[in-house]
């Protein structure tokens, strides 16, 4: 063994170091000093100095596509440093640090993300010191101390050119409910205002904002909707360009190509969002609920930092969380509900059904009898259903249970490489029964459909989850009800909630003349 | 605080409290039971060279202790005997795989601690007189802003030699093997008067080809060094 480092050559290896001297107040990197002049890490420079824009300048417009309204790391620019600098020196380019310090608490000034746990630190070679950078958006490149965020200055006077000719291309008509909720979002985008959409699951709630969307194209707005998943980014961008033929639609996930695209309609993943910065007129939100409470702040973030100073804001959900719901109460959140599908059929409610200690159950390789006697109905009549579980883990239990039942039953989560496939054959109906994790609690869509829970007191079925997996029965015209069964080991506040909340839509329906009593 | 969150997966790690905890010392742990049973140490007898396992090596790549791969390597002339031998930790499964991108390509440098106590039992039974990083180019060190063999070696609390540079920038993934094992020589010395006699082990994070770390045995040994060994997070 011969650990010891009394005789270690150590040698500095030589890169080019992003380190910045303050020269007639401008920050010049490194690599550009023409004599040597102390430098320092970004870090270290309390105030980025912002040139004054020189009009006469003439700006590289590739450069000026590649930046508006986002904010992008030097990795991101395939311009020169020199070319980047002298951008910057002639006042197009916002520079902003990627952390900043609080009371010696980094912050993440992409994706906000603040908790230390979250935090790691280097020996950078960058900018020779160390550097903490942040692990939470690190899927879009790393953001560390010594990084810089780059924006580009816009002019807001020649920006915006109105258009004269309609670009709306649709023929269909909305439900009262849709037309009423579509009045408010023109509103709400006129007035540069907040405002929540609450339309329950199957509501229409995407039609509903084809007026206002129109509205703000015409004036030649930026228009961003983003949701949390990339599944329905991928079903809304054709949907939206039918709509609006001639306007160019960009369609951001992971790995999509119109990452650089500067488009009139922003399509996104929330993620996706974290590049952009002062980029919206209007902003749309799809699934708000979709998100841990956590994750939410992260959310608001993005989406803060994505919209422009003055900007319209519009939420649309089937579940808003209960701080949301208290403040649409209290009148403090404008707000307006779509109590009712479009079909006029009340929504269905959930039972719930104690089904005893499952987990001991699932220990002797058996479910509870009243759970088993649900599902064997369902055999008998070959009526589908989705059986959700709180855990991944519980798969292996359950399924070989199952199947013993019947051949045709799967189970299906998050991770599984054969999801595409078993949803696939869930609507082909190659499959009776699909177990799943809450993964499939919205956005899949089967017509004729029961739904249990095994276990709906677990705590990843909160309020907004149940109302979603409710939520997936009875959609179609020709199905328009079915059976929801919460089986419980102990009924929870949020499945009271859930319960409550379907009731009380059901009742404003009833009231607003937007269902049929049967 | 970083111990209470896996370092991959991020989840929670839980306490786990038994008796051990009172007798020994608890030993740190970085990745989450899950992630870290994901992760596949080779065992059972490998190639007495690159350290591939031989189990379930088709047998007509075997030849006695070593794997075809080495043989044709020590038949030639031009490289025989240079690298005396590799030890690699892991299997490069699906899951190093994404393990080791994230922590190089998307730069996260903290993962190389999830590998630093491994890293440290195998490299005590090594006797070196340096250990010496495998150089990045320029580009690609000041891309990723660190060099994630270094990392490994800082991570055990070693002091890395730099014995090794880079004389011009190849993207090695691109490139077949034949290729891979054609090109000239991509490094060359630093402090060279500090080689003769030395024993050198040799860090980088993968051995797939073995072509990389051959041709820095290669040149340390033309420059006098006694012997040249390997060590490897993952055996590709």
Redesign the interface.
């Known amino acids: 063994m011969s650990n010891d480092s009394s005789n270690q050559i150590s040698i500095i290896i030589e890169v080019f170091l992003l380190r910045f001297a303050l020269i007639d107040n401008k920050l010049v990197p490194e690599p550009l000093l023409v004599k040597s002049t102390p430098t320092k890490p970004i870090t270290q420079h309390d105030v980025i100095p912002q040139p004054p824009q020189n009009p006469s300048y003439s700006f590289n417009h590739d450069l000026q596509d590649l930046l508006k309204g986002k904010q992008l790391l030097l990795d991101d620019i395939p311009n020169s440093i020199q070319e980047i600098q002298a951008h910057y020196e002639n006042g197009y380019l916002l520079l902003r640090k990627g952390i900043t310090f609080r009371k010696n608490k980094p912050k993440c000034e992409r994706c906000g993300n603040e908790a230390p746990s979250w935090f790691a630190v280097f020996p950078c070679s960058r900018c020779r010191e160390s550097c903490i950078y942040c692990r939470k958006c690190i899927m879009m490149g790393r953001v560390s101390s010594c990084t810089l965020l780059y924006s580009w200055i816009e002019n807001e006077h020649i920006d915006a050119q109105p258009f004269e000719s309609p670009l709306l291309s649709w023929t269909g008509t909305l439900s009262p409910g849709q037309q009423t909720a579509s009045a408010q979002v023109v509103e709400a985008i006129q007035g540069n205002k907040e405002y929540l959409v609450w339309a329950v699951c199957g509501a229409g709630k995407t039609e509903v904002l084809f007026e206002g969307i129109h509205y703000a194209l015409l004036q030649g707005k930026r228009v961003c909707i983003a949701t949390p998943r990339t599944d329905v980014v991928l079903e809304l961008t054709p949907r939206l360009q039918a709509v609006f033929p001639t306007i160019q639609v960009a369609s951001l996930y992971g790995g999509s190509e119109d990452r650089h695209k500067n488009a009139q309609l922003t399509i996104t993943t929330t993620h996706q969002l974290l590049r952009f910065y002062h980029a919206f007129d209007t902003m749309i939100l799809d699934e708000v609920d979709a998100f841990p409470y956590s994750v939410e702040e992260a959310l608001q973030h993005a989406v803060k930092q994505a919209r422009k100073t003055t900007s319209s804001m519009i939420y649309l959900t089937a579940t808003p969380n209960s701080q949301w719901q208290k403040e649409c109460r209290l009148g403090k959140r404008d707000f307006v509900t779509i109590p009712a599908r479009y079909h006029r059929h009340p929504l269905p409610v959930p039972h719930f059904v104690w089904c005893g200690n499952w987990h001991k159950s699932l220990k002797q390789d058996r479910l509870p009898r009243n759970v088993m006697q649900w599902l064997q109905e369902r055999i008998e009549s070959g009526k589908q259903a989705l059986f959700f579980i709180p855990k991944i883990d519980l798969i292996p239990k359950i399924l070989p249970i199952l199947k013993q039942l019947h051949p045709n039953i799967e189970a299906v989560h998050a991770e599984d490489p054969q999801r595409k496939e078993k949803v696939q054959a869930m609507r082909s109906k190659e499959l009776l029964i699909l177990v799943t994790t809450t993964i499939l609690e919205r956005g899949v869509t089967f017509p004729n459909l029961d739904v249990a829970i095994l276990g709906s007191e677990d705590r990843i079925f909160t309020e907004s989850a149940l109302v979603q997996i409710a939520g997936r029965v009875g959609r179609s015209v020709q199905f328009p009800s079915g059976d929801i069964t919460f089986f419980h080991f102990g009924k929870t506040e949020a499945m009271i909630k859930a319960r409550n909340q379907i009731i009380a839509m059901n009742k404003e329906a009833l009231e607003k003349g937007l269902i049929d009593v049967e | ?2 111990s ?2 896996c370092l991959f997966c ?1 989840g929670e790690m839980g306490a786990r409290v038994s008796w051990a905890c009172f007798f020994e010392e608890a030993e740190e742990s970085f990745l989450c039971p899950s992630c870290e049973a994901q992760l596949t140490e080779i065992q059972g007898e490998t190639c007495q060279i690159c350290c591939r396992p031989l189990e379930k090596l088709d047998p007509q790549y075997i030849c006695g202790d070593l794997c075809y791969d080495c043989v044709r390597w020590e038949e030639d002339p031009e490289w025989k005997g240079h690298l005396q031998k590799n030890a690699s930790l892991y299997l490069y499964n699906n899951f190093l795989k994404e393990l080791i991108s ?1 922590y190089k390509f ?5 993962l190389a601690k999830a590998f630093s106590r491994k890293i440290n039992e195998k ?2 039974r090594i ?5 010496v990083p495998i ?1 990045l180019s ?1 580009e690609r ?3 990723r ?3 994630q063999s270094e ?1 490994l070696i ?1 991570e055990v609390g ?6 090794l ?1 880079r004389t011009h920038s190849e993207k090695q993934s691109k490139k077949s093997r034949t290729e891979r094992i054609h090109i000239p020589q991509v490094f060359e010395l ?2 060279e008067s ?1 080689i003769k006699d030395k ?1 050198i082990l040799l860090i980088d994070d993968i051995y797939t080809t073995g072509s990389t770390l051959r041709h820095a045995a290669k040149i340390l040994m033309q420059a006098g060094a006694k012997s040249v060994m390997s060590f490897t997070l993952a055996r590709g």
């Open positions: 605080m970083l209470e969150h991020h994230q998307r730069g996260d440098y903290i490299l005590r006797e070196y007189d340096y250990i150089p320029a060190q000041f891309e802003g660190f060099n990392a800082r070693l002091s890395p030699a730099y014995l540079q630093r402090a500090e024993k």
